[in-house]
């Protein structure tokens, strides 16, 4: 019965997200197969899964105002950006962790932080792989270097729960690192009481705008002549001073980097179906979310920024102790201010989103159910989704995909820099405006 619900609701449908909750809580009933970058699960044995397997996962139900009462006591005030205690900007102050990490370091160093005053006795976290290097594996981290090895993002598809079948263990206190879909199964788990997420006790969280399928290191790849993934030594996705480089290094000692803006020319053509249906855009069930200070004077000043939410009174608390100790640089910021950061992202997931999946239940396909929904959004920018919808398909195309690969990454890269800039100043008044109006219907309580 559960594995039949499994698999027709979610795992054979769009919404599959390959956060690895549902072989990790399936005590060994179900496993993941890893197919040309893409994770799919097959069931071991001719039993029927754990029922938690279908209840856990984060692809068909997040019920955000149930959820958000379990981790914070009440409702947010403000569903377009979650609750909160406090927002920041700042960095972590070891300049190892800040050069090392995406941003402001500000994850590996709270993470760090936590194992050094014996807070926590593991990290839960994402690392490449060393086998092949270019795919990542979840690991429970106990010092600093197995820290630093998590830090910055990965934007290819991780199946980051499977760790749960780890599971305590002998771990006494866990803090716990990932995305939005990632964080609200913990969320849920916690939630059903289960025993593998019992003794994580601090939840930290990435802002999330969409996911891009492995597929798209292979077109980086194999626009410059490489085929074969074994010739790959090292990968990373934000190498270098912020914002960083998408950078591939090979064993026969060639090295491929691209500014991390001009790499984003790989995002219409190999975003994930999955993402598009997300509506967490900044880790909203978090005790302390980051995500990148786009701003101007940070940006100018570079050696990396991060834009912190403290969610939970927990989270505020640990951010106190550490710009206390000197370990962590904070500068408060405004809700607005944090709102006109992130804008294209927040109308990206709080209308787009809502938008696809409406359109999604009228052609009659199963769509994910998180409790709420804005009642407001405005006729153009409906229309301007369609808009959006077929410029994705555009991109999508083998022969615009092709025609891509022939194109000199420098000035693909500049030329979608340009473009992107163009496109914001048109649209700005289309999905910046009535954003920070926009209100949302509660139901799912």
């Known amino acids: 019965m559960w594995w039949e619900k499994l698999k027709t609701e979610i795992l054979d449908t769009d919404l599959y997200s390959r956060s690895g909750t549902e072989v990790g809580v399936s005590q060994g009933t179900l496993q993941l197969v890893e197919k040309d970058g893409d994770y799919l699960i097959v069931k071991t044995g001719t039993s029927d899964i754990p029922e938690v397997c279908y209840r856990a996962s984060c692809d068909r ?40 990490a995406g941003s402001g370091g500000i994850l590996s160093g709270t993470q760090f932080y936590l194992l050094e005053k014996g807070l926590v006795d593991g990290v839960i976290t994402l690392k490449m792989r060393e086998d092949k290097p270019y795919f990542t594996e979840p690991i429970i981290a106990t010092t600093k270097k197995e820290v630093l090895s998590g830090a910055q993002s990965k934007y290819a598809t991780a199946p980051l729960n499977q760790i749960l079948a780890y599971l305590p263990g002998s771990y006494s206190s866990l803090v716990y690192t990932g995305l939005p879909p990632e964080v609200a199964a913990i969320r849920k788990l916690q939630q059903l009481k289960h025993e593998s997420v019992k003794n994580i006790n601090y939840v930290l969280g990435t802002f ?21 993934l074994n010739q790959v030594k090292s990968l990373a996705y934000r190498a270098g001073e912020w914002p960083g480089y998408l950078r591939i290094e090979l064993k026969d000692g060639r090295l491929f980097a691209v500014k991390k803006f001009y790499a984003n020319y790989l995002i219409p053509s190999y975003i994930t179906s999955f993402s598009l249906y997300q509506v967490d855009y ?44 000197g370990v962590v640089h ?76 022939k194109i000199p990454t420098a000035f693909i890269g500049w030329f979608f820099v340009k473009a992107r800039d163009i496109w914001k100043q048109r649209t700005r008044s289309t999905k910046k405006g009535g954003l920070e109006d926009l209100r949302f219907r509660v139901y799912g309580e």
């Open 282 to 325: 900044m880790n909203e069930l978090a005790d302390i979310a980051v995500g990148d200070a786009w701003a101007p004077v940070y940006e100018k000043m570079g050696q990396g920024w991060s834009v912190i939410i403290a969610r939970s009174e927990k989270g505020l608390k640990l951010l106190q102790e550490m710009n206390y100790a």
């Open 61 to 100: 139900e997040v019920n955000y105002p149930k959820l958000n009462r379990l981790v914070f006591g009440h409702l947010p005030k403000n569903w377009l950006v979650g609750e909160y205690q406090a927002i920041f900007v700042g960095h972590i102050n070891d300049e190892e962790i800040r050069r090392n």
């Open 330 to 405: 904070l500068e408060k910021i405004s809700e607005k201010d944090l709102i006109n950061m992130h804008s294209h992202g927040l109308d990206f997931k709080k209308r787009g989103s809502f938008i696809r999946i409406a359109s999604r239940k009228k052609r009659g396909f199963i769509v994910p159910e998180y409790g709420y929904e804005p009642v407001n959004i405005p006729a153009g920018r409906v229309r301007f989704e369609k808009i959006l919808g077929w410029l994705f398909k555009f991109f999508q195309a083998k022969i615009t995909i092709f025609i891509l690969e």
């Open 208 to 228: 999330y705008g969409e996911a891009i399928s492995f597929e798209a290191i292979r077109s980086f790849l194999r626009a410059r002549g490489v085929k074969d």
